[in-house]
């Protein structure tokens, strides 16, 4: 079992700067891909950015590319999200997931609001 849980969200202006925190606990926080999803109000949740076990291989969504950067820090189990040039549709409930390997997305957290006005 894997606890993760989100912290950094906010109220920010847009063209500003967050961010997110995803701590987690459990088993070995190493072995597990990391990502980060978001779900706007009516939307479906969308995927925005993944990182592998290492850090070494990342991927964004490309509504977020060149905007977002995800990491991770194998030491403090944590994995981050930095936000800039934020925008008002960036505004979303911002959740981290955890997988091994290639499986399906099985531990979420519970979620940070981000509210990016115009």
């Known amino acids: 079992q894997v606890q993760l849980v989100e912290s950094g969200g906010g109220l920010v202006q847009a063209g500003g700067s967050l961010r997110l925190s995803c701590a987690a606990s459990g088993r070995t926080f190493s072995n597990y891909v990391m990502a980060w999803f978001r779900r706007a109000p009516g939307k479906e949740r969308e995927f925005v950015a993944h990182?592998?076990?290492?850090?070494?291989?990342?991927y964004y969504a490309d509504s977020v590319k060149d905007r977002f950067t995800i990491s991770r820090d194998n030491a403090k189990n944590t994995v981050y999200l930095q936000m800039n040039s934020l925008k008002p549709e960036d505004t979303a409930v911002y959740y981290c997931a955890a997988r091994m390997g290639s499986s399906a997305y099985r531990y979420w957290g519970q979620g940070t609001q981000v509210t990016v006005s115009s």
């Open positions: 990182i592998s076990w290492s850090g070494g291989s990342t």
